[in-house]
Nanobody, 122 residues
Framework: QVQLVESGGGLVQAGDSLRLSCVAS????????MGWFRQAPGKEREFVAA????????NYADSVKGRFTISRDNAKKTVYLQMNSLKPEDTAVYYC???????????????WGQGTQVTVSS
């Protein structure tokens, strides 16, 4: 049973930064890609960023390129999402997911965390 637990969300002002963390329980953490998705009220879940198992390959949604950085520490079984220059439109529940490869579609991820709320005020 794989468990993913996100943390680090909160209420911030536009322009601020936050770092999200996702800790996995799986022993084979480094064998899998990890991704971050987000879901705003009334909208579908959308891709944010993904990283390969050893962290060599990354992929970002156009809306966050240059502002967000995904990274991972396999020794800690943790994936991070550093979010800088936050905007009100970044407000959403952020989810981490475990995937087989670095992809931007939900169907490529088989386990999800419970999510962490990020609210950016203007």
């Amino acid at each position: 049973q794989v468990q993913l637990v996100e943390s680090g969300g909160g209420l911030v002002q536009a322009g601020d930064s936050l770092r999200l963390s996702c800790v996995a329980s799986a022993r084979t953490f480094s064998s899998y890609a990890m991704g971050w998705f987000r879901q705003a009220p009334g909208k579908e879940r959308e891709f944010v960023a993904a990283i390969s198992g050893i962290g060599v390959v990354t992929n970002y949604a156009d809306s966050v390129k240059g502002r967000f950085t995904i990274s991972r520490d396999n020794a800690k079984k943790t994936v991070y999402l550093q979010m800088n220059s936050l905007k009100p439109e970044d407000t959403a529940v952020y989810y981490c997911g475990r995937g087989v490869r670095v992809r931007n579609t939900e169907r490529d991820y088989d386990h999800w965390g419970q999510g962490t709320q990020v609210t950016v005020s203007s």
